[in-house]
């Protein structure tokens, strides 16, 4: 009987942290110190975020592989998405790690998000290093941090091995890792010693024949589909003849027409990969995550990348308005559907549903905000298309209807606790704690409804004079709380299509806030401003005032218009009701009702009523 062994010249580190507590600042200087780039090299900032969307926003959506070499050590980096909406990229990435660098904010401390990447981590069984980065920040509290770390192992029940973590202090963006706080400040040296010393090397066993689990896909116009993936068991050369295991267990052959691992943020071709570690194999189309690629004598699965349950629910459909095809190259369906089945392909938290509805697809996944980014990046990729306000997605139990509930953390001024607290109880919202440090500031905790916190932060950031800070995680799902108004504003529609005037604009301000500019284009059914009161009404956005051939006696009165809040993709999701849609082109976002007919509305609403 054999036993298994590690590979003791590899290291799979997965770095995992809340959203904007310097992961990928951490890489960059990974890179620059252990010789990936050159000393006279120009180097860019983050250089692991590579959409653009990243960069903007100055967030990880998508885990991505690098590696670096440490004393005749390769040490493969995997850069994890802090965001609970990116839930999957986690999970896929934990699938290819033996080890965790956990990185936590020296002054806000482990967050919702800390708690989410870091239960994953732990029910993985791997090994945790923890860094307490930005120890130069005016407010950083590193030994208060470091009690609130082990208070949250004890909370996810840590066992004793795991509770037993080495600690680093670091300045990410200096470029430095200390042991102890009085420590000389150099370099990363510590940093890397740790990742050598405590975290073991992949574990395999030499008797089992080549496993590999497929944990990310990737394309190229060359190559075709490409499975990344971590090497389990054995060892795969370059033309080898392979199966690949799917769901139902269905045995694909596949010949590997292409060997490349990771050396620095290139893919470099090999002739030969080691148990341990992580690969790109070229040569199957028909692959998916969670797969497994094996020998054709001994085919054996391993057990599949298992993902949360998606929690929201949206309705993707083609654009109806009477401006489609204006602004957008694909506005068909067939191509919208296949852009959806391609993002669930490398996307394991996303599914794709066809509805009832002829040209409508549901899209399922994490959270509001991971949808948003899939719209922003089909919109960038010249789509057009209709989307539907979020829904939570509710479960049945025993004859009893249950809902996800979120733990909110709430971090604002003393002065604002009042209106946060009363707009999160309209929203069902119980308060479970709240701490005040004598700081001017409070953390408060709340168990919300999902579909509670669905266009809230927009609220909260009015509320609190942007100064709030917000942030949850799943915590479970509980009995239906009961009905609340998701917003107490109606909205101006449009009645008739043409251009807006100022001047009929100027005359709606006094009814609420516009949304629409002179000269933009609208049409009937077309959500032009927010309505001041609940209900909606049908305008004209189009009107011009009359000229006559009288002669004034003082000058026409000048026109001065509010400037209008530009409509941001988050924002429209936030603001739409069931029966509204928001309108994405690569040029524009404009709101809309689902039924454009003003008559129409009108008829479905008196049947209602009728058959209430």
């Not at 799979?12 to 200087?29: C, E, F, P, R, S």
């Not at 066993?205 to 993936?229: I, N």
């Not at 799917?246 to 292409?258: A, C, F, I, S, Y």
């Amino acid at each position: 009987m054999s036993t298994a062994v590690h590979n003791d010249r590899l290291r799979n580190v997965a770095i995992i942290a809340h959203v904007d507590h310097g992961k990928t600042t951490l890489v960059d200087a990974m890179f620059r110190q252990s010789g990936v780039f050159r000393a006279d090299q120009q180097m860019d900032d983050r250089v692991m975020d590579r959409m653009d969307l990243e960069r903007e926003r100055g967030i990880t959506i998508a885990a991505k592989n690098c590696a670096v070499s440490w004393q005749g050590v390769k040490i493969n980096i995997i850069d994890t998405p802090g965001h609970a909406d990116f839930g999957g990229e986690v999970e896929r990435a934990l699938s290819m790690a033996s080890g965790a660098i956990l990185l936590v904010d020296a002054s806000e401390g482990p967050l919702p998000q800390t708690r989410f990447v870091l239960r994953k981590t732990l029910e993985a069984g791997l090994k945790v290093v923890v860094v307490v980065n930005k120890i130069d920040r005016k407010d950083a509290r590193p030994q208060e941090v470091l009690n609130e770390i082990y208070d949250l192992f004890i909370d996810l029940d840590a066992n004793e091995q795991q509770l037993e973590f080495p600690v680093l202090y670091a300045i990410g963006r200096e470029g430095v890792a200390m042991h102890g706080l009085e420590d000389e400040q150099v370099d990363l040296g510590p940093l890397f010693e740790t990742i050598v010393k405590e975290m073991p090397g992949p574990m395999y066993d030499p008797a089992e024949p080549f496993q590999m689990l497929v944990a990310d896909l990737a394309y190229s116009d060359y190559l075709g589909r490409m499975a990344v993936g971590r090497v389990f068991h054995g060892s795969v050369k370059a033309k080898d003849s392979l199966v690949c295991i799917d769901e139902d267990g269905k045995e694909n052959p596949l010949r590997v027409t292409r060997l490349q691992v990771y050396e620095g943020l290139q893919l470099r071709d090999a002739d030969e990969a080691d148990p341990g570690d992580i690969v790109v194999v070229a040569g199957i189309e028909d692959v998916k995550i969670g797969d497994t690629i094996c020998t054709r004598e001994a085919p054996r699965a391993l057990p599949r990348i298992r993902v949360d349950e998606p929690t929201v629910a949206m309705r993707f459909t083609i654009n109806t308005s009477p401006l489609a095809g204006r602004e957008g190259k694909l506005v068909q369906s067939s191509k919208i559907r296949e852009r959806l089945l391609r993002e669930a392909l490398s996307n394991v938290a996303i599914r794709v549903e066809d509805s009832e509805e002829r040209d409508s697809f549901i899209v399922k996944g994490r959270g509001e905000f991971q949808m948003a980014i899939l719209i922003e990046t089909m919109r960038r990729e010249g789509f057009e298309l209709c989307v539907g306000r979020p829904e939570v997605i509710m479960r049945e139990q025993n004859g009893e209807r249950l809902e996800p509930i979120e733990h909110l953390y709430v971090d604002c001024d003393e002065t604002f606790m009042g209106v946060v607290t009363e707009k999160l109880s309209i929203r069902k919202g119980r308060m479970t704690n709240c701490a005040n440090n004598g700081t001017g500031r409070v953390r408060l905790e709340f168990s919300v409804p999902s579909r509670g916190l669905i266009g809230y932060r927009d609220e909260f950031l009015t509320d609190t004079k942007g100064t709030g800070i917000m942030n949850s995680y799943l915590e479970g799902y509980e009995p239906y709380r009961g009905d609340f108004p998701t917003r107490f504003t109606g909205s101006l529609v449009s009645d008739r299509s043409g251009n807006a005037v100022a001047y009929a604009l100027f005359n709606l301000e006094p009814r609420g806030e516009m949304f629409c500019v002179p000269g933009d284009p609208v049409y009937e059914g077309l959500i032009c401003g927010e309505h001041n009161r609940e209900n909606d009404i049908d305008v004209n956005p189009t009107k011009e005032k009359k000229l006559t051939n009288m002669r004034a006696s003082g000058k026409d009165e000048n026109v001065i218009l509010t400037p209008v809040r530009p409509m941001t993709l988050e924002r429209a999701l936030h603001f739409v009701r069931e029966d509204e849609m928001v309108e994405v082109t690569p040029l524009s976002i404009r709101l809309r009702k689902t039924i454009l007919a003003a008559q129409k509305r009108y008829q479905m609403e008196a049947a209602k009523k009728k058959g209430k």
